[in-house]
């Protein structure tokens, strides 16, 4: 099933470039920008203490493949996941499923540029942080600050 899956986003994402160009990668973070951010404050009000527990772990698992780019950058696609899973809106976790599958060469392109850990790891570090502290905080401001420091290593 997951080979057709990815035939299927191999194909969706040749039709996206075909169409949008080089604009593809603009239009993927400002569509990855919304959905994220809108995630974050709604994982925020849902997340239980387990799952708040398994968001840290999950920091700790890209902190240790911090030196491992491929390894980290699964480990952050893992992260992402399971804060989408947190909003327990299957609709807001397809979302980020189709906008995941256009976003795996950027990923790609990415996960090898040098300090990617050391840049992205404190908004992750944040967030999480932010979950902690209680329910009323929601983490849009550092989840923003994230996707735009994604957006920088993107444009390099």
Do not use: Y
């Not at 075909?18 to 603009?26: M, S, T, Y």
């Not at 996941?81 to 990415?110: E, G, Y």
């Not at 979950?131 to 735009?148: D, M, N, S, T, Y």
């Amino acid at each position: 099933a997951r080979a057709d899956s990815s035939r299927s986003s191999g194909a969706t994402r040749a039709v996206f470039e075909e169409r949008l160009g080089i604009r593809l990668i603009e239009h993927l973070h400002h569509a990855w920008t919304l959905l994220e951010v809108e995630n974050a404050g709604v994982a925020a009000g849902n997340a239980t203490a387990k799952e708040l527990t398994e968001l840290q772990r999950l920091c700790r698992k890209m902190e240790a493949f911090a030196g491992n780019p491929e390894a980290f950058a699964s480990a952050d696609a893992e992260f992402h996941q399971r804060l989408a899973n947190i909003t327990h809106n299957p609709l807001l976790v397809f979302l980020l499923d189709t906008l995941r599958d256009l976003m795996v060469q950027v990923r790609s392109n990415v996960a090898s540029l040098p300090n990617l850990a050391e840049r992205v790891m404190p908004t992750h570090l944040e967030i999480v942080e932010v979950f902690g502290g209680g329910i009323a905080k929601v983490p849009g401001q550092p989840w923003r600050r994230h996707l735009e420091i994604s957006i920088g290593f993107s444009a390099s």
